[in-house]
Nanobody
Framework: QVQLVESGGGLVQAGGSLRLSCTTS??????MGWFRQAPGKEREFVAA????????NYADFVKGRFTVSRTNAKNTVELQMNSLKPEDTAVYYC??????????????WGQGRQVTVSS
């Protein structure tokens, strides 16, 4: 059993920054992805990082604004979100098990954290 616990997020004004963190419990170091889902929309890929932290991948709409990283304790990944826009408002989920941009490839999911960006 692998569990993912998310923290961070919150409410900021447009142009501000927020950080999300995701810690896995259980065995192993996993490739990790971040997804988000806004009301009435499909869950969409945001970013991912390889299990060893060597490679990252980003959706076009966050390139240059978001950074995914792995901490020194490699069971934790973070998503630093800068220059936030109202359209970034969503519930953000971390997921473990893949580096790919498809949600179907991920075996485990966090509980989600709300990110709200006011205009």
């Amino acid at each position: 059993q692998v569990q993912l616990v998310e923290s961070g997020g919150g409410l900021v004004q447009a142009g501000g920054s927020l950080r999300l963190s995701c810690t896995t419990s259980g065995s192993g170091i996993w490739s990790m992805g971040w997804f988000r889902q806004a009301p009435g929309k499909e869950r969409e890929f945001v970013a991912a990082i390889q299990w060893n932290g060597d490679s990252t991948n980003y959706a076009d709409f966050v390139k240059g604004r978001f950074t995914v990283s792995r901490t020194n304790a490699k069971n934790t990944v973070e998503l630093q979100m800068n220059s936030l826009k109202p359209e970034d408002t969503a519930v953000y989920y971390c997921a473990a098990g893949s580096y790919l941009p498809s949600r179907d490839r991920y075996a485990y999911w966090g509980q989600g954290r709300q990110v709200t960006v006011s205009s």
